[in-house]
């Protein structure tokens, strides 16, 4: 099949004319004309039903639309992995991430990068997981990490890190007492929390499960880093949760970090990209790494 044809004959469609088209491709109505009814015989088949006024697709036109756009996608892919495969592993990677994949995932993840392929740069954005989901549906980002639990038939979304959560107790306070925490001990403590702007997040596991064993938590601050919560905790503001990664944070600042038993609050790290969306080779390359580092801090 001959691809500017098809290229035409999807320009006409998404312009609602031939006289339209025309002037979206810089060219006259007679020889586009020509071109479709040249598709038309090469395919052995109408596009159009040119019965009344306006063109109105028949049920094959309707079908080469369809798998003409994807066939056309797919091309310009396979020009695109040529020229990666011709010039070497290259490109700018760009990612999103919520803080504690930035702190524990990426930094190993971009040493190795540049190690493997110092031609690649990597493009971090920072923040809470609507922003990294709305940066990643504008195509700002390839790529997203984030924590909050949802569903989504645009996106694909791969589980990464399953971690338990402990909780950051000011100096001195009672609870450092403990060896491990039950949610009843919490009844009387002023709460931090993550804000959850979509999906289900920390906060709405810790309010849930309090509220199912007969309290609601007083929460004095909701923040989108843990960061400053953290230091909060230690200018003994509250109390606040964090996952266990946060063990590994060599930090003079850092708050006591207690096991969490009765429940057990467990979170999750996920990957998340656009489905059917072009990912190339540097990012494809990245992932495999994010993934790959993934499966070693949980075994």
């Not at 006024?53 to 369809?66: I, S, V």
Request: hydrophobic fraction near 40%; proline fraction near 5%; charged fraction near 25%.
């Amino acid at each position: 099949m001959d691809l500017h044809r098809l290229r035409y004959f999807i320009t006409i469609v998404e312009s609602g004319s031939i006289s339209k088209a025309a002037e979206v491709l810089n060219m006259t109505q007679p020889p586009l004309s020509i071109m479709i009814n040249k598709l038309e015989k090469e395919l052995n088949v109408f596009l159009f039903d040119r019965s009344g006024k306006r063109l109105k697709l028949t049920k094959h036109g309707e079908f080469l639309y369809r798998r003409g756009k994807e066939l056309l996608v797919a091309a310009e892919n396979i020009e695109k992995e040529l020229l990666e495969h011709r010039d070497g592993l290259r490109g700018t990677v760009n990612v999103g991430c919520i803080t504690s994949a930035n702190l524990f995932i990426l930094p190993q993840v971009v040493q190795k990068v540049r190690g493997e392929s110092p031609n690649v740069i990597v493009r971090v954005k920072e923040g809470n997981s609507a922003y990294i989901l709305s940066e990643l549906r504008s195509q700002e980002l390839e790529l997203g990490i984030v924590r909050t639990i949802f569903e989504a038939d645009d996106l694909n979304i791969t589980p990464l890190i399953e971690e338990q959560l402990l909780l950051a107790v000011p100096p001195g306070h009672r609870l450092l007492k403990k060896s491990s925490i039950d949610l009843n001990d919490l009844k009387n403590e002023k709460f931090l929390l993550p804000t959850t702007s979509f999906g289900r997040g920390i906060a709405d596991e810790i309010i849930e499960s309090c509220q199912n064993i007969g309290f609601s938590p007083e929460v004095v601050y909701w923040g989108t880093e843990v960061l400053p919560m953290l230091k909060m905790v230690k200018k003994e503001v509250g109390i606040t949760f964090v996952p266990e990664s946060f063990n590994k944070l060599q930090w003079p600042g850092m708050p006591v970090l207690i096991p969490l038993e009765n429940p057990k609050l467990r979170t999750k790290l996920s990957l998340v990209t656009l489905r059917n969306e072009y990912i190339q080779t540097a990012s494809k390359h990245f992932i495999d790494m994010v993934k790959d580092m993934a499966s070693l801090s949980c075994s």
